[in-house]
C-alpha cells in the first residue's frame, strides 16, 4: 500500500516552496482565525501532483466556499462540529470532504455511521486542548473498534521519531483503511515554520516504508 503523507498548517509562502520541493501528497493551509497557524497568504505555485486542503473550525458554508475559490483548495477538512448535512452540502458542491474527529479511549465510533456517506474521507486526531496541532498521538489500537470502510488520515503527534511506529501500526488488521498520515507541530520550527530537514527525512522513512511494503 502506498501510505501518502499530508503536511499541514502550511503559513509563510517560502517555506511552502521548500516543503512543497520534498513533495509531500498533501499540503494543508488552518483557515482559523484562533489558530497561530492561521493561514492570510498567498499560496505559491506548487506542483499540481500536491494536494492542498483547507482546514475549517465550524466555519459558514459561504465562508468555506469563498476560500475553496479563492485559492483553488482539491479538498475540505472539517475539524469542528460540522454536522452531516454541512459536509453532504459541501460534497454537492463537488467538493471532497475529510471530516475530522477527535480520539480518545472513550471515543463513541457508531458517531461515524451518520458521516460515512457525507464525505470522502475521516481522519482521526488526538483529542485534546485545540482542534488540532496538539503534538500529542493516541493510542492506535483504539481503531480496531473502527468497523467502517471509509478510508481515513491518521493524525496526532506524528513525526520522524514516530516512524517504527507507523511502521509497526500497519502490520496491524485495524490499520487496513489508513491512507496517509498527517503531520504539523512535530515537524516545526515556530508554528507555522515547518524544518526542511525533519520533513525530507520524515517523507524519505515513509517512501523506504512504502518501497519494503511493495517487495
Keep these: 500500500m502506498n501510505l501518502k503523507i499530508k503536511i499541514c498548517g502550511m503559513k509563510f509562502p517560502d517555506n511552502i516552496s521548500e516543503t512543497a520541493a520534498v513533495q509531500p501528497d498533501y499540503l494543508g493551509f488552518i483557515f482559523y482565525e484562533k489558530s497561530p497557524r492561521n493561514f492570510e497568504n498567498d499560496i505559491p505555485n506548487i506542483p499540481k501532483s500536491i494536494q492542498k486542503v483547507g482546514v475549517f473550525v465550524n466555519a459558514s458554508l459561504e465562508e468555506t466556499l469563498k476560500k475553496v475559490k479563492q485559492y483553488e483548495l482539491d479538498l475540505v477538512q472539517l475539524h469542528g462540529d460540522e454536522s452531516p448535512k454541512f459536509c453532504h452540502s459541501l460534497q454537492l458542491k463537488d467538493i471532497k470532504v475529510i471530516k475530522a474527529f477527535s480520539i480518545d479511549n472513550q471515543f463513541n465510533f457508531n458517531i461515524l455511521k451518520d458521516y460515512n456517506n ?23 489500537s483504539i481503531l480496531k473498534n473502527y468497523t467502517l470502510d471509509k478510508p481515513y488520515f491518521l493524525s496526532g503527534g506524528i513525526g520522524v521519531e514516530n516512524s517504527n511506529e507507523v511502521k509497526v501500526f500497519l502490520t496491524k488488521d485495524y490499520s487496513k483503511h489508513c491512507i496517509a498520515i498527517d503531520c504539523n507541530s512535530k515537524l516545526e520550527v515556530s508554528p507555522g515554520i515547518k524544518s526542511i530537514e525533519k520533513t525530507k527525512q520524515l517523507i524519505n522513512a515513509f517512501k523506504k516504508m512504502n518501497y519494503e511494503n511493495d517487495l
Design 118 to 140: 457525507y464525505c470522502d474521507y475521516f481522519l482521526f486526531d488526538t483529542k485534546g486542548t485545540n482542534h488540532g496541532g496538539n503534538g500529542i498521538t493516541f493510542d492506535w
